[in-house]
């Protein structure tokens, strides 16, 4: 359980991160608001596991 709430919380940064790399590879002006976003849902992922209690699922199981 408490490594999906870790990928839960991930993937959305992945993603934004694995586009801004590959607009920036194929020279797209876009991949700067795509790595903005990245940072953004890392942010949200971190805050999303400390709302949830993450270190309690992390010891409870």
Request: glycine content about 8%; overall charge positive; hydrophobic content about 65%.
């Amino acid at each position: 359980m408490f490594a999906l709430s870790i990928l839960a919380a991930a993937v959305p940064s992945i993603l934004c991160f694995a586009a801004s790399a590959w607009m920036a590879f194929h020279d797209k002006a876009q991949w700067k608001y795509f790595a903005a976003f990245a940072f953004l849902a890392g942010y949200g992922g971190i805050y999303l596991l400390y709302t949830i209690g993450a270190w309690r699922l992390a010891v409870h199981g």
